[in-house]
Structure formats: C-alpha cells, structure tokens
C-alpha cells in the first residue's frame, strides 16, 4: 500500500458505531420523555423483539489500552448491589410496554463480565427473564477476559442460552503486555478457547490489536501463528487508538515513541490482514475476520450484518436498550446514553428513573445518512438509485466520493459507490465523506483516534 495514500487520510476520524456520532449529538432537544416514546413506539413496531447491552464496568486491573467506561477494584461485594440496580433499570424499560418483551439478543460487555461470579451471572440472566420472553433463533454472547475465565463461567452461562464468547488477547509479546499492564499466556488462552468448544459454544472470538506500543512484524506474525493454532471462529483485528486527551492517565504509561507511526502501524495490519487471509478468514466489514463457516460471514454474504454499540451483529431488532453505566441505546430513530457515574447511575435507578443523561433524537436526513454510512460499514457499497435514499448534500458528497475514486479506494456504481480491496483499509475515511455533521463543523480539537 502507498504510503502517500496512508499520509493522506491518516486523519482523525470516528469508527460509526453510529451516526450521527456521539460528539454531534444534539441534547438540547432530547429529553427523557422523548426518548421513552421513541423506544416504546420502536417496541410496538418491531413486534416486542429487542436487544440488550449490559454493561459490567469493573476490572481488577487496569489495561493501559482500553478505551472503555470501567471501574478499577478487587472489591468484589460491589457486584450483587450493580446486579440488583441493572434489574430495576430493566423493570423501568419494562413497565414502558404493553406487552411482555421478547429478547432476541444479549451481550454482556465491560469493563470485565467475568469479574462477576458465575452465580452472579446466573441472577443477572434469571433476573432478566423473570420479566421477559427468549426469543427464537437468540444469539447470547459476553466478553471474557483469558486470565480469570473459569470453567464454572462458561458452564453457567451456556446453560443460560450463551453460544458465543470473545476473548481479548491482544499480543501475546511480554514486552507489548508490559506495556499494556495485560499480563496473559498464550496457555491461558487456549485452555478457555478449548474448554469453550468442550462445553458446545458454537463461536468463538479472539480480539487482536495492531498499533500497540514496542509491537513490531514479528510480534504480529507470531500473534497470528499462535491464533491460527486456536482457530477461532472470528478474529477482530483492531487498531489501537491512542487517545489520552480522551482516557486520561490510563493510556499514558508510555512514551508517544514507542507507538508505532502511520506507515509502521499499517504495515502491521497488511501484515495481519495476508497472514489472516492465509489461515482462512475473510474480511467482514471494518476491523473484523471470520472462517466461512461462521455466522458473521454468512449474514455477510446475505446482506443480513448490522452494526450497532455492541459492534457488527446478525440481529438487526431495530430497538437495543443498553442497561448499566455508560451504556448505550438505540431505537433506531433515537439514542440515548446512561450516566457514567456508578453511584449517579444507581441513585437514578433507586428514584424510579431511566438513567440517560444525554441524547440525539434523528431527523429523516439523519436516518438517510444512517443507513449510507451502516452500507458501507457492513457492505462495503452503497446506493442512491432509490429517491429515498437521496439527500440534500448529495452532489457535495460526490465531489468529494471523486477524490477518494481517483486514488482507488472506490468504483461509481449504478447511482452508487463499490469499495475496493484497497478502499476497505480506508473504509471510516470513505465514510466520513458522507457525515455531514462533520463536513459542516469540523472539531476544533482531536475528538477521535486517527483513521490508520
């Protein structure tokens, strides 16, 4: 790959786990109420299917690369008063509806799920379904951290529906986990992939991470050897993002110099990406690999993939509700966030209220956007041969698709956009070219990690 073209657009940009994104919300004309009818009328009109987000915040340690919301202590009696303030934000949500919610979907994500006690999770789950209905064909998934996943953990929880896990492996080099302050064996690793197929979970998933500091080729040859050893159903290979002015101390345990630059950070994700491609995995969307066999891959090839807070997902519900702190939810025509702070969250909870604290309710021109910008992430196309699927800002927008087309990152197809092989590695660049948030009011300071 030319390293004028990475020189280019190795801009800051954002990764569209949703549009608009997060900083261009527009809060002054959200409120609670508008947000409870959005996700009472997105209820009734997906035939009481949802989603559910549940955030489970704590860590014993603190991972010098996360950017997630998290809380650092080995404390662990905070867990039975978080598991008991998730369950009455759900019985708010709950009391919104007229009919029973049918769950299609759960991810529990963090922070560190398996923190938790398997007989925590149990309540948790058993608490949610005391009030519910389990979908059909349900695809139940949570995080797990190699080091402290036991065997109990995933017992419990494929015994509760779960068929899918995702551990974060990022670099199995002792000098990149230094770094990191992610201190984890390859053995470790393995013992869980394995005991995850002995116990009958249908996919697993490692997450991967180039761009980290001190990590260099060989690092990531070595980290996809070993991967290729585990064959794991679906890899996300990940670009660290650095950004301090963001997370504060947590990503300051190292010097700007030891972080690979543009050219020495895509160089490790071509490397990745060939050596990926060799052990059998396709590319899915941006970030994301799996074997032919698996069900990412599969909701690919039928333009099925939807993307959403909780990343690329077969179950596109139309209305995700995020329970816990920080998380995220979706109506599709609104989003809405929850306190980040624990005990501001659960004060919140306890006074009977849904605890969002800030929002964007979309206008039609959004929901356009939205489902240009969902295309490219999940299809890698996009099209405007349907008078729906136009917008004011179009013929700026394809001034501006020009340029990208000039330098081989797309094909004009049809009224539409085809991204090439060479495009996918520049799909959020591709994609910023169709925010017209951020063409109108470009940030002032760095709000987001850098496109390579």
């Known amino acids: 790959m030319s390293g004028s073209l990475i020189q280019k657009y190795n801009v800051p940009g954002p990764r569209y786990t949703s549009y608009p994104t997060v900083p261009y919300w527009d809060s002054t004309t959200f409120d609670s109420k508008k947000w409870k009818t959005s996700v009472k009328c997105a209820f009734d009109e997906n035939q009481k299917e949802l989603s559910l987000y549940i955030h489970l915040p704590f860590c ?4 010098t690369f996360c950017g997630c919301h998290k809380r650092i202590t080995k404390r662990h009696e905070v867990e039975t008063p978080y598991i008991e303030s998730l369950l009455k934000e759900w019985q708010l949500y709950v009391n919104l509806f007229k009919d029973t919610p049918v769950v ?3 991810h529990l994500g963090g922070g560190t799920p ?5 007989e925590n999770l149990k309540e948790l789950i058993d608490g949610i379904f005391k009030i519910a209905k389990r979908g059909q064909d349900v695809e139940f998934s949570f995080e797990g951290h190699p080091n402290n996943t036991k065997r109990d953990h995933l017992q419990v929880l ?35 992939t394995e005991q995850s197929r002995e116990i009958g979970y249908t996919s697993v998933s490692h997450d991967l991470i180039f761009g980290l500091p001190f990590q260099r080729k060989e690092h990531i040859l070595d980290n996809i050897v070993k991967t290729a050893k585990l064959l794991p159903d679906r890899i996300a290979f990940y670009s660290y993002a650095h950004v301090p002015w963001i997370k504060g101390n947590g990503q300051r345990g190292f010097d700007e110099k030891d972080i690979p630059n543009g050219d020495e950070k895509r160089e490790l ?29 599969i ?12 990343g690329y997902t077969m179950q596109n519900t139309s209305l995700m509700i995020g329970l816990g702190v920080s998380s995220i939810s979706d109506s599709w025509s609104a989003f809405a966030q929850n306190e980040k ?6 004060d919140l909870v306890n006074q009977g209220e849904i605890p969002v604290f800030k929002g964007h309710v979309l206008s039609n021109h959004d929901l356009v956007l939205r489902k240009h910008i969902l295309n490219l992430m999940c299809q890698f196309q996009t099209s405007w041969q349907d008078n729906a699927m136009k917008f004011a800002e179009l013929d700026e927008v394809i001034d501006s698709l020009q340029e990208l087309e000039n330098d081989g990152l797309l094909h004009f197809i049809n009224q539409g956009i085809q991204v ?3 495009g996918r590695a520049f799909i959020r660049n591709i994609c910023m070219a169709f925010d017209v948030y951020l063409r109108k009011n470009k940030p002032e300071t760095q709000l987001f990690s850098l496109t390579v």
């Not at 014993?60 to 991972?63: G, H, K, N, T, V």
């Not at 491609?277 to 891959?297: Q, V």
């Not at 702070?341 to 659960?346: G, Q």
């Open 341 to 346: 702070d624990i005990n501001t969250y659960k």
């Open 158 to 192: 494929f015994d509760l529906g779960f068929r899918r896990v995702s551990y974060g492996v990022q670099d199995y080099n002792p000098r990149v986990q230094k770094a990191i302050n992610r201190i984890q064996p390859f053995e470790n690793v393995e013992r869980v």
């Open 104 to 106: 299609k979907e759960i």
């Open 299 to 310: 909701a690919m090839k039928q333009g099925s993939l939807h993307r959403n807070f909780m």
């Open 420 to 422: 090439t092989d060479l």
């Open 114 to 118: 398996t923190f938790f006690s398997p």
């Open 60 to 63: 014993e340690s603190l991972c």
């Open 269 to 297: 994700y071509e490397l990745g990406k060939k050596l990926l491609a060799d052990a059998g995995y396709e590319e899915i969307g941006m970030d994301h690999f799996a074997l032919k066999t698996d069900s990412m891959y």
